[in-house]
């Protein structure tokens, strides 16, 4: 106990929980080759990931994907089969929840219905023997930190959900964890306090320098708050990066299928050279693209383009294959038009039958560049907007 | 909030209303009648408290009384001792070896017949030469009133959310701690109920106690038993009368008991 | 390995005393009632003489198998007394259930009905009777139920009869003490599934066009049928071995088995007897507790 609660104090006087000298090129948190079954069942497939301290990273995917059983064998409850889970260099894998300086908020929140706000927030304090004045001191700073002045002494059920949520957070972080792990933090709360929610946790986050983990099956919220999302499907994961890398540059056509909506056409390469890839698509002919850093070696491949880059017009722009301008054209009717407020929505059925999607802002109030259903349009496109994926 | 489909009927209060009076109806003459004055029950001979000095004054009753609350009180408390750590093993051991003869072990007496239950104990004890008296009945008592508790304190414990216990342990509790700081405050209402239920239980029984008891020592239930076979006595009445107030009271402490923790934010325990 | 198989070594630590005594307490003292069936009755005390001492060793043991004797329950498939009463014991326990679900059903539907708030005023209405004293209801019965009752003297002074009616020691009277005692064993089960039930299911069926009755009988009462199988065992069981309610109401000229072992026990003093009137019985009973037992364990470990 003694320890722990040195441990809680050193992290308190460092501004941030830095890492240690010793490695300094060190991730914080190191997870190596884990992997949980249930069963027959594989929930975590021999996964690898590097989270550096400070860092507020997001683990996004569909449900049953694993992010969850991940991030409990992060916090202790659940214990991998195999690999490693180094925290600061030592094997955590092993370790019990309550002997990690580790600390996670719920998804239901879990606070203890018998005890008021201030005792909720003071539970792991006292745990780890902190002396009593020391205890008031921080919970008084906690409870301002997350905004509940006044409600020190409601019970959970006399509570908000909002309020529930600040309380489920203050009390996780009142311990000074050296990473706090978030189980689909925002999902009990409605649309409009979701979004002010998510600012005020990257502004905690920033202020407080700990390491966030947060687990969602919401990409628009992994994308608003995390810095780097890992992108898990089946168990593994499929990419790790920046939100906007995930989006421009996806992986896999699983990726660019689960980050955001995007227009797929498989075909051949047919001729490429320095900077030019020339596709022979089955539906959408034959589709210029920009050669990607990584040189192309397949030659069967999918061309991904997102809709929004997609560009609609009555006649198209002229293309000159011959120089960098190339532009990729492809012919239809309108069949579909969603108007979404900001922005609509056009489904575009090419000769071949496949459906083109695109997304234009709705830039003007008047609809003067509104396209309608069965008009015939030209829906463009640059190389550099086109992603290759190989299969 | 009754939707359209889900409207009462007629019907449905009525039967309502009649299984209720023949529920309360016999209790209520009882309870009367145990005011009567007359020595006869056909006649009412005015209010009077005359049969409840008349108890007061029966060595043998309130021998026989004072011996049924303690053991009541001895075996309710053995028995909610026992029934929550054999809850807790149920709920929370997950699966182990000899679960199921636990379990059945557990779940029988609930519906046993009283007299295989007695007889079997007696012959244990009459082997183990025993002497039979307050102390045979109380174990005969607690072994069956611990099944009750079991059963209120495992469906408690089963309803309730293990995040909590998780989130303990995540805040810095062993396993042993989590239970005792984030569960067992919420379970109190239901041991409690299981403490009244096994003492309730206990000031009932006739048959096991019969079996069980020796010479000299009977509970009351035995004594009004014997009594009620020569015919009745308007004593009977009276002592009857003060069992229920008895038992009104405790459900009355209980059922405010659990208001109060129910405004602290617990669901009132299943009874 | 998980967090909820961290909790298990502890609460596994804390079911032994509870295990040992249930082993005790309520195991071995079976294998006792077994035992004493196979013995010879004696006049002594304890009166019969045992089948085996473990103290005499092996060859003592050897002996008194050889002694073992099912004389006991020859008996009781020899003479009508026994056989009479493990009847009567079933026709009063499947009619008694019968006449139970048919009270207690349109009770706890119509608990299920009540708006919310008054549905939990209803429940404890009905378990408060349950923790009074089961022996004191039965006596409230009597005293409503005797040749100069308030039953015969409300018909009399209605004039429906013109001589009191004997009620006590028959079988109506007993009957009547049953369904008394048992009813909410078989409300609470009834009204748990019935309360349970999604309204919507009732409004799909008369969206699909299901007058309520027919409402009733084809989505209600369907899914009410575990809480009808929990509360008829709940009550065929332990009545099958009922003692004190048919001792003080019905006659005395035919007994249930409770009654019979009872009989043997105290009054006859055949305790080889009367254990294998309780070795009987419980096998007569094995069947139902199994299946309640199974009930019972799923209803609890889905949380129900």
């Given at each position: 106990m003694a320890e722990e609660l040195a441990k809680i104090e050193t992290a308190a006087e460092s501004v941030g929980p830095a890492p240690s000298p010793a490695a300094a090129d060190m991730p914080l948190l190191r997870i190596e080759e884990v992997g949980k079954k249930f069963g027959s069942f594989r929930a975590v497939d021999r996964l690898s990931l590097d989270i550096r301290a400070g860092e507020f990273f997001a683990l996004l995917g569909p449900s049953g994907c694993g992010k969850t059983t991940l991030l409990r064998m992060l916090a202790g409850f659940e214990t991998p089969d195999e690999g490693r889970i180094l925290l600061d260099g030592k094997d955590i894998a092993q370790v019990l929840p309550h002997e990690r300086p580790v600390n996670m908020m719920f998804q239901n929140y879990a606070l203890f219905p018998h005890l008021p706000v201030r005792d909720n927030i003071a539970f792991g304090l006292k745990r780890a023997g902190m002396a009593r004045a020391d205890i008031a001191t921080r919970v008084a700073e906690m409870v301002s930190l997350v905004k509940l002045d006044g409600l020190e002494k409601r019970k959970p059920d006399q509570l908000s959900g909002g309020q529930k949520q600040r309380v489920a957070l203050a009390r996780s972080l009142a311990r000074r964890p050296q990473v706090l792990l978030l189980d689909e933090p925002l999902a009990a709360l409605d649309k409009k306090l979701r979004e002010s929610t998510q600012a005020e946790l990257m502004d905690l986050q920033r202020r407080l320098g700990t390491t966030f983990i947060i687990v969602t099956h919401d990409q628009e919220e992994a994308m608003t708050m995390a810095g780097r999302i890992g992108v898990m499907d089946a168990g593994r994961l499929e990419q790790v990066g920046p939100p906007r890398e995930l989006y421009e540059a996806p992986h896999s056509r699983w990726v660019a299928e689960f980050v955001g909506d995007v227009n797929l056409f498989d075909g051949e390469v047919s001729s490429r050279d320095n900077n030019r890839l020339t596709i022979a698509t089955r539906d959408a002919g034959t589709i210029t693209v920009a050669q990607p850093r990584q040189p192309v070696t397949k030659t069967i491949v999918s061309v991904a383009i997102r809709p929004e880059k997609v560009k609609m017009s009555r006649r198209g722009p002229v293309s000159d294959a011959g120089t960098s301008h190339a532009i990729n054209r492809l012919e239809g009717v309108v069949t579909e038009v969603s108007y979404l407020g900001g922005l609509t929505t056009y489904k575009v059925k090419l000769e071949s039958g496949a459906v083109a999607r695109s997304s234009m802002a709705n830039t003007a109030r008047l609809d003067i560049d509104a396209y309608s259903a069965g008009q015939r349009v030209v829906a463009w496109f640059t190389p550099d907007d086109c992603v290759v994926l190989e299969q | 909030m009754a939707r359209t489909v889900n409207r009462i009927s007629r019907f449905n209060i009525t039967s309502l209303a009649l299984g209720l009076a023949f529920l309360y109806l016999p209790i209520v003459i009882l309870v009367i009648y145990s005011f009567n004055a007359s020595r006869l029950v056909t006649v009412w001979g005015g209010w009077s408290l005359r049969w409840y000095h008349e108890f007061f004054n029966d060595r043998a009753m309130l021998d026989a009384a004072w011996m049924s609350l303690r053991v009541g009180a001895v075996s309710a408390t053995l028995a909610t001792l026992l029934g929550t750590l054999a809850a807790v093993g149920l709920a929370r051991g997950e699966r182990f070896k000899g679960r199921a003869l636990f379990s059945g072990m557990l779940y029988s007496p609930l519906v046993m017949p009283e007299v295989i239950s007695g007889l079997s104990l007696l012959l244990l004890f009459v082997a183990l030469d025993a002497e039979r008296g307050f102390w045979t009945v109380t174990v005969a008592h607690t072994t069956l009133t611990m099944c009750f508790v079991t059963v209120v304190v495992q469906s408690r414990l089963t309803s309730l959310d293990r995040c909590l216990e998780e989130a303990a342990m995540d805040l810095g509790c062993d396993p042993v701690r989590a239970f005792l700081f984030a569960t067992l405050p919420l379970i109190v209402p239901a041991i409690a109920a299981g403490w009244m239920l096994a003492f309730t239980l206990s000031l009932d029984d006739v048959v096991i106690a019969s079996f069980t008891t020796g010479p000299g020592s009977a509970t009351l239930p035995i004594r009004i038993y014997s009594e009620v076979r020569l015919g009745v006595k308007p004593e009977i009445n009276a002592i009857c009368t003060m069992v229920i107030a008895l038992i009104a009271v405790l459900i009355v402490v209980a059922s405010f008991a659990s208001k109060l923790s129910s405004a602290r934010g617990e669901s009132a325990a299943p009874l | 390995m998980s967090a909820r198989r961290v909790f298990a070594r502890p609460a596994r630590f804390a079911a032994i005393a509870p295990y040992v005594w249930m082993v005790l307490f309520f195991l071995v003292p079976f294998g006792f009632v077994l035992k004493i069936s196979l013995s010879q009755t004696a006049i002594a005390q304890p009166p019969y003489t045992p089948v085996f001492d473990l103290t005499e060793g092996l060859a003592a043991i050897k002996a008194a198998f050889g002694e073992l004797s099912l004389d006991n329950f020859r008996l009781l498939i020899s003479d009508n007394l026994y056989i009479l009463s493990y009847l009567r014991s079933l026709v009063v326990a499947v009619t008694s259930t019968v006449i139970l679900l048919l009270i207690g059903y349109p009770i706890a539907y119509g608990m299920a009905r009540l708006p919310r708030r008054w549905q939990s005023v209803a429940m404890m209405l009905v378990i408060v009777p349950f923790w009074t004293s089961f022996l004191i209801r039965i006596y409230a019965w009597i005293n409503i139920l005797q040749h100069d009752g308030l039953l015969n003297q409300i018909l009399l002074a209605l004039h429906i009869v013109s001589t009191p009616v004997v009620w006590l020691s028959t079988d109506s009277a007993m009957y009547l003490g049953i369904v008394y005692s048992y009813l909410p064993f078989m409300i609470l089960p009834l009204y748990a599934t019935l309360a349970k039930m999604d309204v919507a299911l009732l409004e799909a069926a008369s969206d699909l066009g299901a007058p309520p009755r027919q409402a009733f009988w084809l989505v209600t009462f369907p899914l009410s049928l575990p809480g009808v199988g929990a509360g008829a065992l709940l009550c065929f069981i332990p009545i099958v071995g009922e003692f004190v309610i048919p001792d003080l109401?019905?006659?005395?000229n035919s007994m249930m088995i409770g009654q019979t072992l009872w009989l043997e026990f105290f009054t006859n003093r055949d305790w080889p007897v009367a254990a294998a009137t309780a070795v009987a019985l419980l096998g007569l009973l094995v069947p139902p507790l199994l299946l309640y037992d199974r009930l019972q364990r799923r209803q609890l470990e889905r949380g129900g």
């Open positions: - | - | 109401l019905a006659g005395s």
